[in-house]
């Protein structure tokens, strides 16, 4: 059956307009209440929300849904994804919202619902919401003396700081450590740079001044060029750089350059393995994690396992087959003995920490292994699916016979957005990059 709210991460949009409007949100407030009233208890939400102007509207509407349906609302304000997470289970909750398109531009925004496990709903159960989305006569609303509180939290960035410094090996810490930091003026703007600090570190901060409309524009893991600069600037020893809702990292050497998901997935996996901490005996990661790390684990007797993106898909075979390390090379990286979705600063606090151990650079660190040549093009389309045409069809067919067993095809609609995503790799960069060309060139005329 086929989505139409949600995506590979929740519901997502351009805010004011089609699913994103007050009376659809309230509305996907009303079923999710309806769903999770369960038993005579009184019923616990927990909303957290990034920086997003649209943000306050959103959240008035997801509330008053919630309210309707009998459910108690605990607004938490701006407060990292994971931190909505980690707190849906910390507070007994039966439910966690984030209000948050991610990486998105700030005219864009989302809904992320967690189970009172802190994980992610199935598509099931998704499913299952949009069906009373369409169908609001199946809504039973509660009776008058049952309608929902709401009240503001005022300790939720307090309370994801310590959880989160907990998790950073107490024996050592980041003393002498001068970090670049970028917060993608998102829901990290308070709590990752006072984590670094409390922790030790010198902490040069960049993008975490949110007015609303700046959200990762120009800043954070989708734009790490910023980062790059200040730490060649400051003469820092790294960088970190979160996306607007904080469940991405993606690193910078000393040097300014990128240390992207794959890499830190490998050095976490890898160093965990030396202790004794990584089951599974692997990663689990998505279709896009490049072909350079699964020959890299693979000569340290790892495995990779490859799911369809999107964290949630990563995080369901993990708790399915006993991983406790999975990722996207985006920067989504899941450490399950820690949480239960991505949550960049964690992920920055591990790689710290075996920097701090080694005692060297984190290029030499972080860079374990060379990925193959890999590119990722997009290609807008408005209507229909053009992966459906039969030329679109024939020139994948073709791409894949000209690649061979010399790398991988990846051809996928985004989603997040009306975007079909053309990926390859292999081992000779001018094929993949001529391959990529020339899909996007057929996909374009059929979207056209």
Not at 244 to 257: F, T
Not at 291 to 313: A, P
Not at 404 to 413: F, S, T, Y
Request: charged share 25%; proline share 4%; glycine share 12%.
């Amino acid at each position: 059956m086929s989505r139409k709210y949600f995506g590979t991460d929740g519901v997502r949009g351009r805010a004011n307009q089609g699913a994103m409007t007050p009376d659809v949100v309230m509305k996907i407030g009303m079923a999710v209440g309806q769903l999770y009233r369960r038993g005579g208890h009184r019923h616990r939400v927990v909303i957290g929300k990034d920086t997003r102007l649209s943000g306050y509207m959103i959240e008035q509407a997801l509330t008053s849904g919630l309210l309707s349906a009998g459910m108690d609302v605990f607004l938490l304000g701006p407060v990292p994804t994971p931190g909505v997470a980690m707190l849906t289970r910390s507070m007994r909750a039966d439910l966690g919202v984030m209000i948050s398109a991610s990486h998105n531009p700030f005219a864009d925004n989302g809904i992320k619902i967690f189970g009172p496990d802190g994980y992610k709903l199935s598509d099931q159960q998704e499913m299952r919401i949009e069906h009373l989305i369409d169908n609001p006569s199946q809504i039973t609303l509660a009776g008058s003396s049952e309608i929902g509180r709401a009240k503001r939290i005022e300790d939720a960035v307090a309370r994801y700081i310590e959880f989160a410094k907990r998790t950073y090996p107490g024996d050592i810490n980041l003393d002498g450590l001068r970090i670049v930091i970028d917060t993608a003026n998102g829901a990290a703007y308070k709590t990752a740079p006072t984590a670094l600090w409390e922790l030790g570190a010198e902490t040069i901060e960049i993008g975490r001044d949110p007015n609303g409309t700046n959200i990762n524009e120009k800043c954070g893991s989708t734009h790490p060029g910023v980062m790059c600069e200040k730490v060649r600037e400051h003469g820092a020893h790294i960088g970190v750089a979160l996306d607007g809702d904080a469940d991405r990292v993606i690193i910078a050497d000393e040097k300014g350059n990128v240390i992207d998901g794959d890499q830190i997935m490998a050095l976490i996996a890898t160093s965990w393995a030396k202790r004794g901490q990584l089951k599974g005996g692997g990663l689990v990661a998505t279709i896009m994690s490049n072909l350079g790390l699964e020959r890299y684990l693979e000569s340290q007797k790892l495995s990779l396992v490859r799911t369809k993106v999107g964290d949630r898909y990563v995080v369901e075979h993990m708790r399915a087959n006993g991983f406790n390390v999975g990722g996207e090379q985006s920067g989504h990286i899941v450490m399950s003995d820690y949480g239960t979705t991505g949550d960049g600063l964690l992920a920055a606090l591990q790689v710290l920490a075996e920097v701090v151990r080694r005692g060297k650079p984190v290029s030499e660190v972080c860079k374990l292994f060379s990925p193959l040549p890999q590119v990722l093009k997009n290609v807008k389309f408005k209507g229909g699916n053009p992966l459906n045409d039969q030329q679109v069809k024939d020139a994948i067919r073709d791409a894949e016979a000209r690649l061979g067993n010399q790398g991988r095809l990846v051809i996928r609609p985004s989603g997040t957005e009306p975007l079909i995503r053309v990926m390859a790799e292999g081992d000779d960069g001018q094929l993949v990059s001529s391959l990529v060309d020339d899909l996007c060139g057929v996909i374009s005329k059929a979207a056209a």
